[in-house]
């Protein structure tokens, strides 16, 4: 690594205009509470479409946020610093997470409508009850509380120190964040792979694969990368962070959306290979319905846009240093991860083939413009980078 000369910003940092952006912040909160209301009223109209809707909705969100915080916990472990510059809004995004816990309770709610094993007595199927030490609703709880406990403690963590350094700099913030981040990696892998066993294995109880856990981190770390990209440039287009954030860091960001992209591909064929070449008939069903009529059409738009569109225009270094081209596909990555979800939760509801209802986009739009709306609040509330962590200056002098 080799450093130039660059503007070292102010002590006092550089600070989101909330005011300045309240038509955006309002039009999210309409959009929230009209996604939300029609929530409610399709919940009573078509319950077990809007238990998978929602379910559907829910992971998409929760892989995003929960994405952001992993890239907050590999920053402070491997002590990165290309990355200084970038992670308040890591930070931020993951705060989320306390918001997505919520949303979490109509899963609850409507658990008879998604998981077949909640509503099979005991003795019906030997297969289940060999499974019910596990399967069975409170264990299921329990889990549940844990897993979104650990995620919402660790976001909350990790935004609370790093914001307390701002203030004076103490270099014990670093250290601190640096032991927790390493412990917490570990808590995360388990959470995030029994949060993906339970809410969207759990949904074919007859289905398994020890891979599953890390084919769902693949996607989630993917694309709230690209979810990264999306915000830096937005707050870039607006004025914000235009002496800190660089084309490096752009390219930084670009080589990780690439690495994942090939990394998502090699679990999902690896998934895929093992479970066909075995053929054993409670493994392969998962595969056989996404195969069936057009389901398989995603499945097939999956492969290619998911893998080989992203990896052929990221290959290029001169892609990862244009800011308009890398945003292009850093959309059209988080647009697959949503494709990704939906292939993963709706075949278990319509199994004869993909059938898509409005009540898909009700709990996008009310999940979504609820996080839009408090980021927005969350944003404005500190500098828009760690002002006074000690690789500041490494990290705005930073070439690839």
């Known amino acids: 690594m080799s450093e130039r000369s660059h503007v070292v910003p102010t002590p006092e940092g550089e600070y989101f205009e909330t005011n300045r952006f309240g038509g955006l912040s309002m039009i999210a909160a309409v959009v929230a509470v009209a996604g939300l209301v029609l929530c409610v009223v399709a919940a009573f109209l078509a319950p077990r479409q809007f238990a998978y809707s929602w379910l559907f909705a829910f992971a998409f969100f929760f892989t995003l946020c929960a994405g952001c915080l992993f890239w907050t916990l590999v920053h402070h472990a491997v002590d990165a610093e290309w990355s200084v510059v970038v992670r308040r809004q890591l930070e931020n995004i993951a705060s989320l997470l306390p918001i997505m816990a919520i949303f979490f309770l ?10 077949e094993w909640m509503t099979i007595p005991y003795g019906e199927d030997h297969l289940l009850d060999t499974k019910r030490a596990y399967l069975n609703f409170w264990f299921f709880l329990i889990r549940a509380i844990i897993i979104l406990g650990f995620f919402v403690a660790a976001s909350w963590f990790f935004r609370r120190t790093s914001v307390r350094q701002d203030r004076d700099g103490n270099p014990r913030f670093t250290l601190a964040m640096r032991k927790v981040a390493i412990a917490s990696i570990f808590g995360f892998a388990l959470s995030l792979t029994f949060g993906a066993f339970d809410w969207l294995m759990s949904l074919n109880y007859v289905w398994f694969s020890t891979m599953w856990g ?41 080589k990780w959306m690439l690495a994942f992209t090939v990394f998502w591909a090699y679990i999902g064929f690896s998934q895929y290979m093992l479970i066909w070449y075995s053929n054993v008939p409670e493994e392969t069903e998962y595969f056989i319905l996404r195969n069936t009529e057009s389901w398989n059409l995603l499945s097939l738009l999956l492969v290619i846009g998911r893998f080989f569109v992203p990896f052929a225009l990221l290959l290029p270094r001169a892609t990862k240093k244009i800011p308009k081209r890398l945003c292009m596909l850093a959309g059209w990555i988080i647009f697959m991860q949503l494709v990704d ?50 690789r500041l200056a490494q990290s705005l002098r930073i070439i690839n």
């Open 214 to 254: 890390v084919y769902i981190f693949a996607g989630a770390a993917g694309s709230s990368m690209s979810l990264l990209v999306l915000v830096i440039t937005w707050l870039r287009n607006n004025g914000y962070l235009k002496e800190i954030i660089t084309i490096e860091h752009y390219h930084f960001m670009g």
């Open 106 to 115: 109509p899963v609850i709610l409507f658990r008879h409508h998604l998981y």
């Open 341 to 390: 979800m939906y292939v993963v939760v709706l075949p278990e509801l319509h199994r004869a083939g993909m059938r898509l209802s409005v009540v898909d986009f009700l709990p996008l739009l009310g999940i979504g413009a609820t996080l839009v709306f408090f980021y927005l609040r969350v944003v404005g509330r500190t500098s828009l980078f760690p002002v006074r962590d000690p």
